[in-house]
């Protein structure tokens, strides 16, 4: 009996979890306060600053109590410190300030018109993924992977993360993509500040669909933006379904020959290498979750190869397999053409 509690108590527990692979963080948005006419006078004392004492002005900003008018100068005042020639460890911290900035206003830009800061308009531009708009947005820094062996690893870039996503609509190049959905990976950056109405003043931020590497420059030195293909390969694998017909596709491969395909994970490109990943007997492509993860979060690898995953019933004879995806290759080949 004992046990067979211990047992109940475990499949209780399990039962609980609500995600596989993922933690998600219930961060709240940061209570913005009113944003003042000394937020000029600021401005004007940042724009003061010569290239020897921007660096220690800025790090003067960072140890203060946080507030959304310094989140705006010190945004400011990383761009500023960003534009000059810096060593390694001054570009990381730099970097941090501009991140460590930016993040708390966007996590605010994120949340519903009715909880929107009265004291700070935050103009959020979204640029659509193939003509069509995204509609559901996490934040990268609230997703975490339960596999210790899929943890993100520190990246210097500028920008913070998203993860965009939308219904698949079955269309188009949809078609090649997991019918889950499509995940994308999104960055946000500033795009302007607007303080001719010092009641409330106007931060627009644009939200990036990444395809590639980019970089942004301030003065004559350049930075990476983030390009995180990582987190959306995780949400996507949380949201897969594929795993549910590995049993089905064993032992009852017509219920599941629909599905047969070759799926992209990421924005069609032609500048990658593909690497395409099939699975064995009585499996999945989710069994490649692990590398598929590490290539995506190595920038290096990210920006030379794409992940094309190949699902296929396993019951059937490898030559009919063989066959049904060389002719979805073939019609994938064509599509990229076009």
């Known amino acids: 009996m004992r046990y067979l509690a211990i047992l109940v108590i475990l499949l209780h527990l399990a ?5 596989r692979f993922i933690k998600l963080e219930q961060t709240a948005a940061p209570a913005l306060d009113p944003v003042t006419s000394l937020l000029a006078y600021r401005f004007i004392s940042l724009q003061q600053q010569d290239a020897a004492s921007i660096a220690g002005y800025c790090q003067a900003l960072r140890d203060q109590s946080p507030s959304s008018q310094l989140y705006l100068l010190q945004l400011a005042c ?21 991140n460590a900035a930016l993040l708390p206003l966007v996590r605010a830009a994120l949340q519903p018109a009715a909880q929107q800061p009265a004291y700070l308009a935050l103009q959020l531009e979204v640029l659509s993924d193939d003509g069509l708009p995204l509609t559901h947005f996490t934040l990268a820094a609230d997703v975490q992977a339960k596999d210790p062996l899929m943890q993100a690893p520190a990246v210097q870039a500028l920008g913070i993360s998203l993860v965009g996503q939308r219904p698949n609509t079955g269309q188009g190049r949809d078609r090649w993509y997991p019918p889950e959905g499509i995940f994308r990976a999104v960055t946000v950056l500033p795009a302007g500040f607007d303080f001719r109405n010092p009641v409330q003043p106007v931060l627009r931020l644009q939200a990036r669909v990444m395809t590639q590497a980019e970089e942004l420059q301030f003065g004559e030195q350049r930075y990476p933006v983030h390009y995180d293909l990582a987190t959306p390969y995780l949400l996507l694998a949380e949201a897969a379904q594929v795993d549910r017909f590995e049993l089905t596709g064993l032992l009852r491969a017509a219920e599941v020959e629909s599905k047969l395909g070759i799926y992209v994970i ?18 999945s492509p989710l069994i490649w979750r692990r590398l598929s993860w590490a290539i995506y979060a190595d920038p290096q690898l990210a920006k030379r190869y794409q992940i094309w995953h190949a699902f296929y019933p396993t019951g059937p004879p490898p030559f009919l397999t063989r066959c049904g995806c060389a002719v979805s290759w073939s019609s994938y080949g064509q599509s990229c053409t076009t």
Do not use: F
């Open 15 to 19: 039962g609980c979890s609500n995600t």
């Open 78 to 98: 990383a761009e500023r410190w960003l534009a000059q020639p810096l060593s390694n460890s001054e570009r990381q911290a730099a970097i941090a300030l501009y």
């Open 266 to 283: 990421e924005p069609l490109v032609t500048d990658k290498i593909p690497i395409l990943m099939i699975h064995g007997l009585y499996s």
